[in-house]
């Protein structure tokens, strides 16, 4: 486990530690192909290995019969080892909301929940195990950065979810995943080659990914602004969301840290021009915190600063974690606010909290081992 980091401390780079074993969802189908064609075996397979994976979401290798034995069992050990143990699993929801604590390779924890509603199935997945963030309102941010999170491990909370759909365990009948958010642990965009590798198998066709709308891809950020970019240049209509929780410096400096290094007006610049390029709507995500940010001033500056932009804002009552001093907005102040924004035209929503009650609700994930 990482040290707790002191108060306003930024980690950008995370900890060396061991890799995880190559998975073929690390690779593209054209490195699929090449990995087995370097086992001595014809690249057809790669296909076959993909389509268990993706299209079938094949768990055990007896299942893939179109596969010789030995084979079968070399092609496994290479390039589909085991990413992800499951050590605890809570529900609430009537079992529609599920919050999976996994064990890593190396004894990381991280979770994952899969939320189902009546026309879609969100998938919240982390990105890193930890976060460098320091967010103070967040439990994932007070525990730091333990470590990155490998492709293929994202890609495999989505898959476990999509196979626990398939085989009609989650209440509702058989069903998939339609839509998944980076809104776990870590901060996605500061682990950005293996997310973006993610997004790209989430929303490859089959079998090279698994056929997900990259409309239904949200990948969040608390504001680094030349990761935004990147991300523009990526090709990928995927939403982007930015963690604000406050429109004016002073504050926001204190409850997202890397606000120090770029602030409100740039993170905002980079979101417009994201929008402007992408043609997608940002998602501006904002924790209602009692006495803190609700103020109805703060909602008049933030919706002259949103007022006429490609824009929706996500209102977020706080979820509590354990010894925080903060809470959620009084619900006549939760009120106010969505109406000053509303004055100005723009587009919010207060946040469906949906796992609250198992600690699976926006900011508190913390992937402790003891229940």
């Not at 058989?174 to 973006?196: D, Q």
């Not at 919706?303 to 996500?314: E, T, Y």
Request: proline share 7%; with cysteine.
């Amino acid at each position: 486990m990482s040290e707790q980091p002191k108060t306003g401390q930024l980690t950008f780079v995370a900890p060396r530690r061991a890799k995880p074993q190559r998975h073929l969802a690390d690779l593209t189908m054209a490195e699929r192909r090449a990995a087995v064609a370097e086992l001595g075996e014809k690249p057809f397979r790669a296909d076959q290995l993909s389509r268990h994976y993706f299209t079938r979401l094949t768990g055990s290798p007896e299942q893939m019969t179109d596969l010789p034995g030995a084979l079968r069992e070399r092609l496994v050990e290479q390039l589909m080892p085991p990413l992800l143990t499951s050590v605890r699993e809570i529900t609430c929801d009537g079992g529609m909301t599920r919050k999976t604590l996994w064990k890593l390779f190396d004894g990381s924890l991280v979770e994952s929940v899969l939320m189902r509603y009546p026309d879609r199935v969100t998938m919240c997945v982390s990105s890193q195990a930890g976060c460098g963030m320091n967010c103070p309102f967040c439990a994932t941010g007070q525990a730091g950065l333990t470590r990155n999170m490998s492709t293929a491990e994202i890609v495999e909370q989505v898959v476990a979810g999509a196979r626990a759909l398939a085989r009609g365990e989650v209440p509702g009948g058989p069903g998939r995943v339609t839509n998944v958010v980076f809104m776990g642990m870590g901060e996605p965009m500061a682990n950005y080659k293996a997310v973006i590798g993610a997004v790209r198998r989430l929303v490859d066709p089959a079998p090279e990914g698994l056929g997900i709308s990259a409309r239904g891809v949200t990948v969040s950020t608390v504001g680094l602004v030349p990761a935004i970019g990147k991300l523009a240049d990526e090709g990928l209509p995927v939403t982007l969301a930015v963690s604000l929780h406050a429109p004016d410096d002073e504050l926001r400096d204190t409850l997202v840290p890397i606000n120090t290094r770029w602030k409100v007006a740039e993170v905002l610049d980079a979101a417009w021009d994201y929008a402007a390029r992408t043609k997608r709507r940002v998602s501006i995500e904002y924790a209602l915190i009692k006495d803190i940010n609700d103020q109805e001033w703060r909602a008049d500056l933030l919706g002259r600063l949103l007022k006429n932009k490609l824009v929706h804002v996500n209102l977020i009552p706080l979820n509590p974690t354990p010894g925080s001093k903060w809470t959620a907005s009084r619900p006549e102040d939760e009120r106010a606010f969505v109406r000053r924004l509303e004055s100005h035209g723009v587009a919010v929503t207060v946040r469906d909290t949906r796992g609250r009650e198992i600690d699976g609700a926006c900011g508190q994930l913390a992937a402790a081992p003891q229940p």
